[in-house]
Each structure stands twice: as structure tokens, then as C-alpha cells.
Antibody, heavy 122, light 109 residues
């Protein structure tokens, strides 16, 4: 069974750093793009970026470029989303999702992790 | 432009048919993917490609596309279909790589 299990909820203060994780199992992690999606409170889904674990090729949405860092550790089939300096506006649920198909033709995301709630508040 | 447009909300009587649409220039080149999301849960894949349902998704869900508009149809809506439905596709016109629509809240009456 393909599964993505994300790390637990986090509470941080503005200006602090954070790294959340997404552990994959049940498929060839290195050969499949994995993406991150933000959902702010009461809002819709926003695509943040994705990474190819095989060579760490990373693509960011212009909206998130420079604001977060996506990385992987192939040895433990885990993807990460990292902030150096959190802001209150980073408060959201963050989902990881496996990309299926080819980027050339589009593809789709399945399955999704359960989500990680990040709360940034002073 | 790089966006996918969905109606904010739609309602359907139990057992009736509802069509949810998604419009955007990217849909002229790429298929839409559809997800549903229930409160407090992660999104779930409903339709991908031309009209493909993952295992576990009932056959009352179907997808279609024409020009710049993709549609998700629920034929014989059930109470458990009440959710927010999002469309998603590659971005053919910009740097976003992927786009999501704002979501359509489906209420089953």
C-alpha cells in the first residue's frame, strides 16, 4: 500500500525555523516526484513545489520560491519542507502528495499525506 | 492566464445529478484532475486523465472536457458526496507548473 505519513502538528513563534517531514512507503521513492501543497485556514489548495528524489531536482511555485526549501533524504524515503524564518501568515495545513504520471503530460497527485498543521503565533 | 476557475458552491438533491465545472486556458492542453476534500481530511483523488477513476471511487463520478472547460459529474448524488471538490492541472501558460481551482462546495440536500 502506498502511504505518505507526515510529522505532527507544530507551534512556533514568528522568526523561528521549522522543518516538517513526509515519510513515503509502498513505492519507489527515488523515482517519483513528490509535491507539497498549502491550505490556509478556511481556504483552498495552493501548489507550493515538488522534488524528484532521485536527483533532488526541485521546482517551486513563484509564490513560494525563496520562502521555503523542499528537500529529501532518499536513504529514509522522506521529503521535507523547511522554513528559516516563519511568519504568522505561514499558519496553515501543509500536505505532501505523490505525483503520478509524467510532468510532460501533467499527471496527478495520489495519495496525499494526512497533513501537518503549522501554527505560527506570538 | 494561469488560473482555474470554479463556481464557489452548488447544491443537489439526493439521488439527482450535479455537474461541477472548471475553466482555464491550461485545460486546452492538459487534462484536469479532480479531488474531493471533506472537513478535517486530506484531499482524495476522484478523477484523473480523460476519465479515470481510482479504485474505491464509485462509478457515479465521471469526468469530461471540452475546450477550456473540464467537468466532474456526479450521477445519483449520495449524502457522502457532500464535500469541496477541487480541479487541478499543469499550468500551460506560466511558471506555476501546477494550478488548483478555488474549489466548489457541493451540498447534498
Amino acid at each position: 500500500e502506498v502511504q505518505l505519513v507526515q510529522s505532527g502538528a507544530e507551534v512556533r513563534r514568528p522568526g523561528e525555523s521549522l522543518k516538517i517531514s513526509c515519510k513515503a512507503s509502498g513505492y519507489s521513492f527515488a523515482e517519483t516526484w513528490i509535491g507539497w501543497v498549502r491550505q490556509m485556514p478556511g481556504k483552498g489548495l495552493e501548489w507550493m513545489g515538488l522534488i524528484y528524489p532521485g536527483d533532488s531536482d526541485t521546482r517551486y511555485s513563484p509564490s513560494f520560491q525563496g520562502q521555503v526549501t523542499i528537500s529529501v533524504d532518499k536513504s529514509i524515503s522522506t521529503a521535507y519542507l523547511q522554513w528559516k524564518t516563519l511568519k504568522a501568515s505561514d499558519t496553515a495545513i501543509y500536505y505532501c502528495a505523490r505525483h503520478v504520471g509524467t510532468l510532460l503530460l501533467g499527471g496527478w497527485f495520489d495519495p496525499w499525506g494526512q497533513g501537518t498543521l503549522v501554527t505560527v503565533s506570538s | 492566464s494561469s488560473e482555474l476557475t470554479q463556481d464557489p458552491a452548488v447544491s443537489v438533491a439526493l439521488g439527482q445529478t450535479v455537474r461541477i465545472t472548471c475553466q482555464g486556458d491550461s485545460l486546452r492542453r492538459y487534462y484536469a484532475t479532480w479531488y474531493y476534500q471533506k472537513p478535517g481530511q486530506a484531499p482524495v483523488l476522484v478523477i484523473h486523465g480523460k476519465n479515470n477513476r481510482p479504485s474505491g471511487i464509485p462509478d457515479r463520478f465521471s469526468g469530461s472536457s471540452s475546450g477550456n472547460t473540464a467537468s466532474l459529474t456526479i450521477t445519483g448524488a449520495q449524502a457522502e458526496d457532500e464535500a469541496v471538490y477541487y480541479c487541478n492541472s499543469r499550468d500551460s501558460g506560466g511558471d506555476h507548473l501546477f494550478l488548483f481551482g478555488a474549489g466548489t462546495k457541493v451540498t447534498v440536500l
